[in-house]
């Protein structure tokens, strides 16, 4: 996608914000160019803090899942027997909305850092799996039969076939789930923390009823979400070329 | 250089594909083994390239008993194996990289092997791919993807040579200049040949002797001389055409 194409869509949404706000004419929908003072204001404040708690959450739960998700996912994709018998487990596991388990995760590993990053972790943890078990799973036999001809042993064939196969498939399975894991952190952050975006949302609009800021806080959330998944998109283009090469 | 002894597979019981069935190949000998999908020509071919294993009997490739790919033979199948996220550069230098990967030990790769990247433009030029060098299979043609197959498995410098319908998915004019460029590297390098066909033509084309499979089981080797291979101009030789018929009657039994 084009960079213009972009900015254009952009400037579209913020007018129509601007127009239903003249039009609606109420406390609770202040207009973009407000929110956008708001925001530069609370920038010097306590943004940043609660905007870097939650991008360090995020962070750590995605580079939890890879780490995990990714060889688990290889190892049931190349072996038959293996997933014929997790298969059914994780066809259980998948589907459950993972935000719902969150009461009981907060209560196992309580209300600090570690909660919030494990039930974001679980979300992308199953999507990572999934998908880069099917990838590999779905390699051409005779692709694995070609290279193995060419010396190829186990350890190779993980190198230099099934270790590439799977970055596209963590990258997509991020680009799905990123949205999801924005939005369950927000719910996380609701629950007993003083550190947060979602913290930062709900104290300036529920509790001091300051809603340019708590605006504020959506549009920084708002770009957390877009921010990451901008670097997905810039590491597909980095990492997987052959997939846009034309 | 190859000797299929009381050889037996099945992929079924008591379903034999081949049933103590014997051949032997000389080397830098050209063959091309012959017959209707399902007779096991291909299953033949990766019998000998170690990827299958018999169920009875063995196979000796320059005397020694098979027991895994042997890092000599070259294999090329149909639908090229190409790495689709690696560059066609890449992909010629894998087989490389893999010795790299291991070392020259014997098993993966030959103990006296030596990793020269010089080889890779080498064949990258024998084979017309310069100009793709940066691109993926994905963007290049069905018939540069078989030349880049083919380069990455003659950088390995293979003495036994194995192909599998290695042309059949390419247009009449590729596949025939891509059959006169393998008869071409066969003389060239004293290559043993094996290609696996089900196309009558290219049987008479690249085999100096043709295995002619049938039905299943497979007990005896049905071996037919090709006295016009390699001749100039092969395709309107009247002895070549007589070959595809007598082939065609054969096949059609």
């Known amino acids: 996608m084009r960079a213009k194409a972009v900015l254009l869509a952009l400037v579209?949404?913020?007018?129509?914000?601007?127009?239903?706000?003249?039009?609606?004419?109420?406390?609770?929908?202040?207009?973009?160019?407000?929110?956008?003072?708001?925001?530069?204001?609370?920038?010097?404040?306590?943004?940043p803090g609660h905007f870097l708690a939650s991008f360090w959450r995020v962070f750590a739960s995605t580079l939890l899942a890879i780490i995990f998700a990714s060889p688990l996912g290889l190892?049931?994709?190349?072996?038959?027997?293996?997933?014929?018998f997790f298969a059914p487990v994780i066809y259980l596991l998948y589907p459950i909305p993972k935000v719902v388990l969150?009461?009981?995760?907060?209560?196992?590993?309580?209300?600090?850092?570690?909660?919030?990053?494990?039930?974001?972790?679980?979300?992308?943890?199953?999507?990572?799996?999934?998908?880069?078990?099917?990838?590999?799973?779905?390699?051409?036999?005779?692709?694995?039969?070609?290279?193995?001809?060419?010396?190829?042993?186990?350890?190779?064939?993980?190198?230099?076939?099934?270790?590439?196969?799977?970055?596209?498939?963590?990258?997509?399975a991020l680009r799905q789930s990123v949205g999801t894991a924005v939005a369950v952190l927000y719910v996380a952050e609701l629950f007993a923390t003083q550190k947060g975006l979602g913290y930062y949302i709900y104290l300036k609009g529920s509790n001091l009823f300051d809603y340019p800021a708590m605006y504020a806080g959506v549009v920084a959330m708002s770009i957390l979400g877009f921010g990451l998944y901008f670097v997905v998109d810039w590491l597909e283009r980095k990492l997987c070329p052959w997939q846009f090469a034309r | 250089m190859i000797q299929v002894r009381n050889l037996t597979f099945e992929y079924a019981t008591d379903q034999p594909v081949f049933h103590n069935?014997?051949?032997?190949?000389?080397?830098?000998?050209?063959?091309?083994?012959?017959?209707?999908?399902?007779?096991?020509?291909s299953t033949l071919l990766y019998l000998i390239a170690g990827l299958r294993q018999a169920l009875s009997g063995e196979i000796l490739v320059d005397g020694e008993r098979l027991m895994r790919p042997r890092?000599?033979?070259?294999?090329?199948?149909?639908?090229?194996?190409?790495?689709?996220?690696?560059?066609?550069?890449?992909?010629?230098?894998?087989?490389?990289?893999?010795?790299?990967?291991?070392?020259?030990?014997?098993?993966?790769?030959?103990?006296?092997?030596?990793?020269?990247?010089?080889?890779?433009?080498?064949?990258?030029?024998?084979?017309?791919?310069?100009?793709?060098?940066?691109?993926?299979?994905?963007?290049?043609?069905g018939g540069q993807r078989q030349r880049c197959a083919i380069a990455r498995t003659l950088v390995l410098q293979p003495d036994l040579l194995l192909m599998d319908e290695p042309f059949s998915s390419l247009d009449a004019p590729t596949r025939e200049s891509l059959q006169n460029l393998m008869i071409e590297l066969w003389q060239q390098h004293n290559l043993t040949m094996i290609t696996v066909t089900h196309l009558i033509e290219e049987?008479?084309?690249?085999?100096?002797?043709?295995?002619?499979?049938?039905?299943?089981?497979?007990?005896?080797?049905n071996v037919i001389e090709n006295t016009s291979f390699?001749?100039?101009?092969?395709?309107?030789?009247?002895?070549?055409?007589?070959?595809?018929?007598?082939?065609?009657?054969?096949?059609?039994?």
């Open chain 1, 12 to 47: 579209l949404l913020l007018l129509l914000w601007q127009v239903l706000a003249w039009i609606v004419n109420l406390a609770i929908l202040p207009s973009p160019w407000e929110v956008g003072q708001t925001l530069i204001r609370e920038l010097g404040r306590d943004l």
């Open chain 1, 102 to 172: 969150l009461p009981i995760v907060v209560l196992f590993l309580g209300i600090g850092d570690v909660s919030k990053i494990f039930m974001i972790f679980l979300i992308l943890f199953f999507q990572i799996l999934v998908l880069v078990r099917d990838q590999a799973a779905n390699l051409r036999p005779e692709l694995i039969q070609s290279v193995r001809s060419l010396g190829a042993g186990r350890r190779a064939l993980f190198r230099y076939v099934y270790f590439p196969a799977s970055i596209p498939a963590i990258l997509t």
């Open chain 2, 230 to 253: 390699d001749k100039p101009n092969v395709r309107s030789d009247p002895e070549y055409l007589h070959l595809c018929q007598i082939l065609r009657e054969k096949m059609s039994k």
């Open chain 1, 75 to 84: 190892m049931l994709g190349q072996s038959k027997p293996l997933n014929h």
């Open chain 2, 21 to 41: 069935f014997n051949w032997s190949i000389n080397k830098g000998e050209a063959w091309t083994i012959l017959g209707p999908s399902g007779c096991g020509k």
């Open chain 2, 203 to 221: 049987a008479a084309i690249l085999g100096q002797k043709i295995l002619l499979l049938n039905e299943p089981p497979n007990v005896t080797a």
């Open chain 2, 71 to 141: 890092p000599q033979s070259g294999l090329i199948i149909q639908d090229y194996g190409l790495l689709p996220w690696a560059t066609v550069k890449d992909n010629v230098r894998l087989g490389l990289d893999i010795r790299r990967f291991y070392g020259p030990d014997g098993k993966h790769a030959p103990v006296e092997a030596k990793v020269n990247d010089a080889d890779v433009s080498f064949w990258m030029e024998k084979l017309g791919l310069k100009e793709q060098a940066e691109k993926f299979p994905g963007q290049i043609s």
